[in-house]
């Protein structure tokens, strides 16, 4: 697998991964396409499957548009919460504490919050999720041999980014998400090992920002 060397690459694909900004001019409504009975159908179980997801635990791969290829394990606890843990050498944290997406960069140093519902990743750990809902669009259903493709987006911010869940039809699991961005590029998180209904350390979910707790050097000469 490439690996990156840099701070900056690893939060930029984490970025790309969580908001990916589309390159729309319109609302999303005026893109969505009319939905088939049978559309209607996929969304409804799509719908009926988060909704039935109370605790997730997944390793991860992760593939940017060049390649470049990280791993790591991913905790998901809805309503609200949600853990991507990279595995080293990655220095990325991103974490979903009901309210916040953080991302944290250990070799950048100040991590970046962001409201958990102007992002991708909110659409997924909502308590009640509906995929075409008011402020959440579909955009296109897509069915290819044994796999079911829902595109959707944020209804009434279109540059919050735009996500597709990709299941499988038999049996009826989420298997990947992808984001696309402003340059038609896609990064792409394929879910394996996949385990429903563990019961989850709380903590996982906490972030504690590791500047807060650094002492203070005292510089004075007495």
């Known amino acids: 697998m490439m690996t990156m060397k840099t701070g900056k690459g690893w939060a930029a694909l984490a970025v790309a991964l969580l908001l990916a900004v589309t390159a729309w001019t319109a609302d999303a409504a005026d893109r969505k396409l009319p939905l088939s009975d049978h559309d209607r159908a996929d969304i409804g179980r799509a719908e009926d499957y988060l909704n039935g997801i109370t605790t997730l635990k997944a390793r991860f791969l992760q593939v940017s548009p060049n390649g470049v290829s990280v791993e790591g394990d991913a905790y998901l606890s809805r309503p609200g919460k949600l853990r991507m843990q990279y595995d080293p050498p990655s220095p990325l944290l991103v974490?979903?504490?009901?309210?916040?997406?953080?991302?944290?960069d250990r070799q950048l140093g100040e991590p970046s919050y962001l409201p958990l519902n102007s992002t991708p990743a909110g659409i997924l750990v909502r308590?009640?999720?509906?995929?075409n809902a008011?402020?959440?669009?579909?955009?296109r259903v897509v069915r290819l041999p044994g796999v079911v493709r829902i595109s959707l987006a944020e209804a009434e911010d279109p540059a919050a980014g735009e996500i597709t869940l990709v299941f499988s039809d038999a049996p009826f699991i989420l298997r990947q998400w992808q984001v696309r961005d402003t340059q038609n590029q896609v990064t792409t998180v394929s879910l394996f090992e996949a385990q429903n209904g563990l019961t989850l350390d709380p903590k996982l979910f906490e972030f504690k920002n590791p500047n807060f707790?650094?002492?203070?050097l005292n510089l004075g000469n007495g």
Do not use: C, M, W
Not at 127 to 131: S, T
Not at 213 to 216: A, I, N, Q, S, V
């Open 95 to 104: 974490v979903a504490d009901g309210s916040f997406l953080i991302i944290h």
């Open 134 to 139: 008011d402020d959440v669009a579909v955009t």
């Open 213 to 216: 707790l650094k002492p203070k």
């Open 127 to 131: 308590a009640n999720v509906k995929l």
